[in-house]
């Protein structure tokens, strides 16, 4: 009988479930959402590059050195690792949003290891193409130092 009224009750009572996808359910205050990036806040340290367990973030670098962050939401796990390595407040930070589904057509992680590794390759051809400037730089400036001194001695001389 006491079953019986118990059920009885539940009839009149609101639902306990909630219609998701069309309401939101229910969200902690220290819920872990999408990693968002002050671009102007950035130093381009990487710190948060290098600690992301899964490799959601990558810099890429154009050939003036001008950095460029990606992120990719269906790769992060929402540790917080980047945020805590972060040197410069604001730079990167947690928000509430639910990260929203990965969807086929967006070829998420064949497109993401596509893009790191792009990126990685930038970053070599900047560095590579800064040692090469920076080789050139001192061999003219030797060459003009012997240059200098050349003449130098031959004033000495005449
Ligand atoms: S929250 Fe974790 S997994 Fe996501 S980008 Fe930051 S370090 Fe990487
Ligand atoms: S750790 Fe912070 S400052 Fe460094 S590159 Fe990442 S977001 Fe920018």
């Known amino acids: ?19 998701y996808p069309f309401e939101q359910t229910y969200k902690p205050d220290d819920y872990r959402g999408l990693i968002g ?15 992301c367990p899964p490799g959601a973030i990558v810099f890429s670098q ?8 990606h992120y990719n939401r269906a790769v992060c796990i929402y540790c917080t690792e980047c945020v805590r390595a972060c040197p410069k407040e604001g730079a990167i ?10 969807l ?12 790191f590794a792009e990126a990685i390759e930038s970053r070599e051809l900047y560095a590579a193409e800064k040692k ?6 001192a061999a003219a400036d030797k ?10 001695e031959g004033n000495k001389e005449g």
């Open 1 to 19: 009988m006491k079953t019986f009224f118990k059920a009885l009750g539940n009839v009149f009572k609101k639902p306990v479930t909630t219609k």
């Open 37 to 51: 990036f002050e671009e102007s806040l950035c130093i381009w340290c990487r710190r948060c590059e290098a600690v």
């Open 62 to 69: 154009d050939m003036e050195g001008k950095q460029t962050y």
């Open 93 to 102: 930070f947690q928000t509430a949003e639910p990260a929203p589904c990965a």
């Open 104 to 115: 086929k057509e967006e070829n998420i992680n064949n497109g993401w290891n596509k893009l």
């Open 132 to 137: 090469k400037k920076a080789a050139e730089k």
């Open 143 to 152: 060459a003009a130092a012997v240059a200098k001194k050349a003449a130098e």
